[in-house]
């Protein structure tokens, strides 16, 4: 504990950390767990009404990460001692109507805002015993629970150079590990820039000859450089650069920068994986994306992938498979859903197999078959067409000058025409040139180039009629149900693909299917319809998590496109957006992705292969592929990671580096991982920053510890939940916790940072270090790359300064100083800070830092009738509009392209195990395998799903003893119908065992898991449905025993009970080392599950 | 130091509660009673009825009697003369924050004698998500040690599939006007205060928990002096800071082994903030104020018709009510 400065702790600090005692126990050394304090404090009497945790000088703002809403949150420190975290006044997710942004700290300081049972936790997750706080080397096998501790340097020139890594370790005296020195092989970016635009072109070779004769002018014309790739015969691999991955887990636009900006934009691998992706809502995100892109020159992009009904002034909310009172946004969201139920202004239905606590206030509790909710939407869908319910005059619009007529803030797609294949199937859109009635177009591109614009089609009084959707000034109105030929060419108008979707079942087979009877889908359909435009769907994880969770999705999303509700008060809103901390925006002070000298742009297929055409790449070998290939991923295919590691498909890794990843029990059949990840031929080397020993990072070759969340920087992003623009800061709020070390001379905390920057120096990687981001402008410390970000929040967009912040008065700068008297110079140094970012702006800085953020005010999240996406108006001049867009828009993050019934980009996209076309309209396929095939379920199987106890994180809250005190286990949910049959009741305890999992897990280290847990009988779940709360049934994590330099660290059994259910879904019954999944974004089909229940 | 082996004594040794509580009692009677505001009854509160609702509105003015002005529940009023400009559809939204509002009447409330000030809590159950928040902020704001929540949320399923629902019940201390655990203290270290506060004198409790048994809200728990993180590695700094109740700091050792309970958070009170649990509550369902205040936020529920009371046939008129 070298790093604390005496001068700035406390009496009791000291004692709390045992004086220089902490490190002293050996057995426990490395982790943080051996505070010890004299017992005899002085009852010390306070003045009446004093409360040092209502002192502004004894808080610092900043942001939660126990789940991904990131509430913003105050700190309250006490001798240096996190005690107390609150919500945050200044913000609009944890209050409403929030404080005036210009509120000072000291009037804010007495006022707390909300913030749920996980946030209110904090504490016991910063001071986690189990925390470690050096980095660990295995002493032992991979997973065999023994570690020691080292150096942090002994460690990164370990990794970086490679060698006889584990020779004290029986069967590895001479295994000779590949460092990141070697891996590091293409370093030049002209021949990598070179070499990436040549593998296009390989690419983009349909014929099969053809394409073999473009590879070998490959390997003649970088003869020299072959060496450096993984399979000169397969370039479209990339460098070996490639073979080092790195997966984040709970990633946040603020490390995220820094990863990429180390090991993808200088050391060049193209396999960087951040965040759940696959684990999470990845087919909802994506299919939202998709279904909101605006059309920019020539392509569909910039969609929104998350979307909130706009709680505080809508009328309806259907919620689909999301528990905005358990997982999804409680803190800022459940007091507005309340708020409305209770004003009698709003009413809600939830679609659920189990009563959620929202179901729970519902006005009508759906509980739906699980993986049908699509089925329940194309019901809803057909009601509201057959009854003529749709938004008439929105759906007709098919230019933005239509729109804009009619007020509108978005157009549709409902009135375009799709051209039909020989097949009667969907394909792209008609344009103009293809029937002759209007030609294509060159056009300039922001950055100076040139593109192709053809216009689209729509039929109006029985004549095609082309246009652009971007058109300011045509009003171009379409026919809604078109089915013709034009031009020779078979159409239908999107509108009408919806239609013979929704028609292709009745009301009665829709009911059938989705377990909800049709009066209740008619009666939804019917409330959905009757509050104009005020009524929103709210969908997520319950939706996503199944083999057809994206075009359960398109059906979902297209009942808000029916109403166009999206953009207006009262509808369905993307959220307020942020102020671009990157600097990206003209004018800003610092642009920190361009400010990086000897940037490198790597090239090459992913491991996961996410992103990549399957029939374009060098290995296409006929279908079905060898493993999925995800072609629009929602995110990170995680699940894919390890099983193509083992399969060496497409190539074989070298190293990884996990950061905050514990996805051998996140990814559902995570399970199956243990023996990839323990495997050294599989994976030779493997490095983990975690906060403490995982049930993945566990199986790692080194475990460096982190700071936590509130000990560190970052920016998390925006949430739909708030419409308000919010820039979150976080920023340290206590010393770190992990011992100090020195990089590039300077003092910090062993933490993500300091490893990339470690890593840096090591190996040299350009744009860190002295002069990293510019000549004299260093990338030394994590606050040399974070301030700038803070600054170019404080700066603002605007290239005149007419965006920023105020200054900070004295009494803010004093107290900016005065509430952090306690960090300690490896985080804090104020002479040190104030010189990252340009004298101008530091009071700036100062300003946002004493908020934690830059919030928008309450008013500013609606304008009239709609969320803050001003209304389009019709302009007098090209200048008058830009303007007004640079006035509006560009503060604005609602959604300004077209809203998708039929989404091109899917439509494009094909089946990589079948080769089939997708589909871009919505319509019911029932979930199914990786093959298509119907999944197996035998005899007295249940369908097993999960959800989140609102005091839950998934690998995070192990140390929540507080939380655990109110829900000390995870009970199995089962009908009592179910229970009955089964003879069970309340409180027995079952075995859970599926297709391919027994009933328990062995760990590879002689240990097991076993997949057991106690049942709760209720009336509160549909038959035939159980449901199992994730984040407990810890192994790791402080759960078991782990022996530390030779001394037996004690496990704590209260963080290791009942199971989770992740470990018992089975895998493919198609493809048995993978998961089933959806196929456009890449969604493991979670729910999909069915297991057998059996007493013990 | 004899009343701290007394109290280990007592602690978890339930068979001798009885005897050492009954020796106790005489020695009750023989302590004068504090006056101060902070940690002290005034003089006369143990004999001091509580005021009851109605006698508190008809002290305004208010109708009684069934005929309680029905204020809409949950409607928050637009700040009145704050010059903004808000468009009637927008009143709910742009209405000053609950926390905001209810914050200025507990700072008017502070400026008057404490005598004036009757502390109230509202519940409204159909707000309750039932998330827990407030039992942990509450466990984290008072640093309570494991088996003690002081406002825990209690769960019950009613109906049967399909048409079914869940409850949640918050119970903090119900601060009854006729407390059946103060009498019970056989040393006089439980009390209410004139503000309608029920407090336990901690340098007074002996730990010998009549007012456990006596409570018939379950409100009061027993300090065994655990620690969340004994028997891991290290036990944590955050079980070490004092707690911070009554305005005084705590250490862990001088609350072990005696009785512990809900105070509707008095120390932040006393600083002008609301209690943990009204101001972490994610559903707003939890509100605070002076029912002897006609123009707070409490008032206007407590009035609505929809309150309710727990066990309201003990007689032991809580200041606790429910919206239902």
Redesign the interface.
Known sequence: MSQLDPKTIGR??L???GGGGVLGVAA?AA???????S????????????????KPENIIYTVCRLCNVHCPIKVKV?DG???????S?YSAQS?????AYATAPSAAA????????K???A??Y?????RIVKVLKRAGPRGSGKWSTIPFDQAIKEIVSGGKLFSNIAGEEQREVEGLNSIWALRDNAVATKMGDDVKKILAEKDAAKKKALVDKFKTDYAKDLDKLIDPEHPDFGPKNNQFIFEGGRMEPGRQAVFDRALKNAFGSVNLYHAGGSMCSASVYQAKTEMTNEFVEGKWTNGKKESAPDA??TEFILAFGINY??GRG??PY??RV??????G?LKVAVVDPR?S??A??AWK?L?VKPGADGALAMGMIRWIIENERFDLRYLRNATKAAAIADGEPTVSNATWLVRLDDNGKASVFLHGSEIAIASKEQRPTADGKEWTFDPFVVIKDGKPAAFDPSDQRTVVEGDLLVDTTVGGVRVKSAFQLLRDEAFSKSLEEWATISGIPARDIAAVALEFTSHGKKAGTGEYRGVAAHSNGFSATQAIFSLNLLIGNIGWRGGLSAGGGEWDNMGGKTGQPYNLTKLHPGKFTGFGLMLTRQGSKYDESTIFAGYPAKRPWIPIPGGAIRNEIYPSMVDGYPYKAKALFTYKANTITQAPGGQAYINALKDTNTLPLFFSCDIGIGETSMYADYIFPDTSVWERWGFPGSIPEVPQRLSKVRQPAISPIPESVKVFGEEMPICAESICLALAEQLKLPGFGPNGLAEGMDFKRPEDFYLKRVANIAFGERADGTDGVPDASEEEVNLFAASRTHLSSAVFDLARWQKTVKPELWRKVVYVLNRGGRFQD??AG?KGSLLANEPRKVFSSEEEWRQDLLDTEQLSAQPKGVMAFYAENVAKAKNSMTGASFSGVAHWEPPADLLGKALPVSDGELNLTSYKE??QGHSRTASG???L??HPESLLYI???DADQRHLSSGDRVRLTSRTVPGSIDLGNGATAEMTTRVKV??????GVLALAGGYGHWAM?ARDVVIDGKV??G?ARRGKSMHPNMVVAADPQVPTAVTAELIAGNIATYDATVKIAKV | MAKTSRRKLLKGAAASVSTLALAATPLSRAIPVQASEAIGPAPGVLARRGRNLSAALAERGAPSGGLLPATHAISVPLPTGSGTAVAAQQAAASAESSVVRMQAELKRAMEKPIAQRKWTMVIDQRKCVGCSACTVACIAENNLPPGIAYRPVLEEEIGEYPKVTRRFTPRPCMHCDEPPCVPVCPVGATYKRPDGVVVINYDRCIGCRYCIVACPYGARSFDFGEHYTDGTPGRQPYEESPALEYGKEWSRSSVEGITRKCHFCVHRLNAGMLPACVTTCIGEATYFGDLNDPESLVTELVTSGRAVRLKEELGTKPNVYYLV
């Open positions: 009791r600090r004692l709390k950390l426990a982790l943080s767990g051996v505070g010890t304090r017992d005899n404090y002085q009852t010390k009497e306070a003045a009446a009404g004093e409360y040092p945790l209502a006490s001692v996190a005690v107390k975290v609150d919500g006044g209050m409403y109507p929030h404080l007495t006022v707390d805002g909300r913030l749920c049972p946030g209110q936790s504490i016991q910063i001071y986690d015993p189990y505080l002034n009172f358990e409680v803190t459940a007091g309340t708020d409305g139920l209770v004003s202004r009563l606590k929202m729970a206030k509790w509980p309450f008013d609606w609102v005091g003893y507080w939380v005190g109110t009908n009592k119908t209720t009336q509160g779940i549909r038959p402080g660290v004690k704590d």
